[in-house]
């Protein structure tokens, strides 16, 4: 490793540039254009990594909200259906002689 020419300076100056470059550094002289272009080369697939992420939350969102949705529809129509059972039964059970009843069966009454 060389020494620093411009002391503290330099490592100033090549801090900022990394900063700028969305990254920390060890900074050698050697090696400052390497890890600024690395540095750079991070940020922008952290950045697209970011956006994949939130491309797959806001896809997976909208799974969710279409399951919720579904899964709603199908609990209304379950007590849709259990309603009309029970409007059937009280149909048999309260009027044996109606036009429901001459189509089906009674029910036996207890």
């Known amino acids: 490793m060389k020494r620093l020419q411009n002391g503290k300076n330099c490592i100033e100056k090549w801090k900022e540039e990394a900063t700028y470059n969305c990254s920390t550094l060890i900074i050698i002289p050697d090696t400052k254009e390497i ?12 950045g697209r990594r970011k956006k994949t992420n939130w491309n797959s939350e806001k896809e997976r969102t909208e799974e969710e909200r279409k399951q919720k ?5 199908n609990a209304i129509r379950k007590e849709i259906v259990k309603k009309n059972e029970k409007r059937k039964m009280n149909m048999l059970i309260n009027n044996p002689d109606s036009s429901f009843c001459q189509n089906n069966k009674p029910l036996p009454r207890e």
């Open 35 to 46: 890890n600024l272009k690395t540095a750079k080369l991070h940020s922008e697939m952290e």
């Open 69 to 73: 949705k579904e899964a709603t529809e």
